[in-house]
């Protein structure tokens, strides 16, 4: 094995943190099904799963080594993640779905730089042409302005309801 490039390392992080998205938003999706949250969180959930498919196949046409390792950890990081405290013994709290969405959120930025930058770098290598990176730049900007509509909406409720049960005067 040779040491990795830049871009393999580049690229096996964003695979990595794609892992890390696919699971996180499968989880969330499967937590509120049956709900508004759900269907935007299943829809995101098959994006991300498309995208990192993308992700794969561009690695693929660029050379770029694969590391299994990077998205193992990512796995394992995300089922870490669970054991995190949330006011609750059991179960998913509202202050879980928004954390959650934060995180989504972190990582869709994370994917447009990536789309970005390999915009910049490689659009007019014929290795790639066949990637529309303006689309994909496009639908993770829809993605943030869904994840933040949804993130603002739970926030509300996460935050609000315990302030007002903090502040109801015992009977």
Known sequence: MFPMRRLDIYLNDHLAGATLGSELSRRAAAENEGTELGEFLQRLHSEIEEERESLRAIMQSLGVETSPLKPAGAWLLEKAGRLKLNGQVR???????????????????????LWQVLQ????????????DFDRLIAQAEAQLQGLLEHRLAVAAQALRDESAQEITPAA
Request: glycine share 14%; net charge positive.
């Open 91 to 113: 179960g998913q709290s509202p202050l879980s779905r928004l954390i959650e969405l934060e995180g989504l959120e972190a990582g869709v930025s994370g994917k447009r730089s």
């Open 120 to 131: 910049r770098a490689y659009g007019h290598d014929p290795r790639v042409e066949k990637f």
